[in-house]
């Protein structure tokens, strides 16, 4: 009789090689699934390690294009962000890698997916939701939600045990016991040392950027070009005197990632609440996308109507980034639809060319252009002339108006004895 077959999110990992191996001891057939959404990983030696460990087969599927232009790109585009400082790296490689997963396990004809991610997080919840949308009739095998698998493997310590035990070779030692998840977008940090939060993070835990203080001495300028939101242009030096122009979506991306990481842009340490309850330390690094949200956030300032804008921010902005879609893993939804359309909606106009500068872990707007918008008006913004369309009588009558309310709301106060 066959075996039961499983689709295994493998990153070639510790947890993911030694799920792996429990898999097999539990008497199933395991297809391998690895996705490249821009992480430095040698995938070939990752393949071979899950073919010695047991694999039947390992897909390497190349996600970048699809990461960049359907993830990154439209959070660039609401300036998505969580808690006011995190950038979405790892929820927002999560889709893809879901979609992908998925339409490898339908054409192997597995019936069950399994991922490594912990009982405590949030990317349990991501992939989950994910795969339940993608196909409904799925199972879900999560280990670490399993009472036999995590009372055997209490910890990482554990699973290092473990896979020397079963001769699995792991990149992590119990030196630097920290996890580590990386795509094209960022690299975050968690586990190990770093669960105490009042804990500095080590000077070699970063893997992405230079040490701000390390960085050069000399700035690096660049120019970034925005159609309907959406960055088209880069225009850059690559660090020489050379003038080199990316115009492709995952070269841009690449390039910006470049500058911001050789000049330490895009480091953050901090204490989040996670969608299950927990809070939770993590370390990110977020170069070319920290760029990016900081360039376009600064272009919409010049040509998006302010309405429009503030109604973005308040409804749409919070829920792709945070309460509907991105960190709370509801991608696959109708929500994430309206949201997205609504998205587009509100980057007809944004267009224009943002100057940037990268320098000792900062990121800074030198100026900013539209030829197409006119909301800005140089001559009747300026303080050095009257201006043909606003003449400064008429501001009376709007001061006017808004007093009115405010006139009796003092009053009432004053009536009250009550101070302001």
């Known amino acids: 009789m066959a075996k039961e077959k499983v689709c295994l999110a493998y990153s070639g990992g510790l947890d993911t090689s030694c799920i792996l191996a429990w898999l097999i001891e539990k008497g199933y057939d395991v297809i391998c699934f690895m996705a490249d959404v821009g992480q430095e990983e040698d995938f070939r030696a990752a393949k071979e390690k899950a073919l010695k460990i047991g694999a039947e087969k390992v897909y390497i599927e190349d996600l970048r294009e699809e990461f960049v232009k359907e993830l990154c790109f439209p959070a660039v585009q609401c300036n998505a962000v969580y808690e006011n400082v995190y950038l979405l790296g790892t929820s927002l490689a999560r889709p893809v890698i879901a979609r992908s997963q998925i339409g490898v396990a339908r054409k192997e004809k597995c019936v069950a997916v399994s991922h490594g991610c912990t009982g405590k997080g949030n990317d349990q919840v991501r992939f989950e939701l994910a795969y339940y949308a993608l196909q409904p009739s799925i199972q879900v095998i999560a280990p670490w939600r399993l009472p036999e698998f995590y009372n055997r493997f209490a910890g990482r310590n554990d699973l290092l045990a473990y896979a020397a035990q079963v001769g699995i070779p792991v990149t992590q030692t119990k030196a630097k016991p920290w996890s580590m998840d990386e795509n094209l977008a960022h690299c975050s940090y968690e586990a190990g040392i770093l669960e105490n939060p009042d804990t500095t993070p080590p ?16 700035p690096e300028d660049f120019t970034l070009t925005f159609e309907k939101g959406l960055p088209v242009r880069l225009d850059y030096t690559d660090g020489g005197s050379k003038k080199l122009v990316e115009t492709n979506a995952v070269p841009l991306f690449l390039a910006v990632n470049s500058i911001a990481r050789r000049h330490g842009v ?48 308040q409804f749409v902005t919070f829920n792709y980034a945070k309460l509907q879609v991105l960190y709370n893993g509801l991608y696959f939804s109708p929500e994430r639809e309206f949201l997205e359309a609504s998205i587009v909606a509100s980057q ?73």
């Open 348 to 420: 007809g106009n944004v267009n224009g060319v943002v100057r940037c500068r990268a320098y000792k872990g900062q990121f800074s707007v030198l100026g900013r252009s539209s030829a197409t918008e006119k909301l800005y008006d140089e001559s009747e913004s300026s303080m050095d002339e009257i201006g043909s369309s606003f003449q400064p009588v008429d501001t009376t009558g709007f001061i006017a108006v808004q007093a009115i309310r405010l006139k009796k709301y003092g009053a009432v106060k004053a009536e009250r004895g009550e101070r302001l």
């Open 266 to 313: 895009g480091r953050i340490d901090i204490v989040e609440n996670r969608f299950i309850g927990i809070k939770s330390r993590g370390c990110y690094e977020t170069p070319g996308l920290t760029c990016l949200r900081a360039a376009h956030l600064d272009l919409e300032g010049l040509v998006l109507d302010r309405e429009v804008r503030a109604l973005r921010d």
């Open 203 to 218: 000077a070699d835990m970063w893997k992405l950027t230079v040490d701000p203080e390390a960085a050069p001495n000399t």
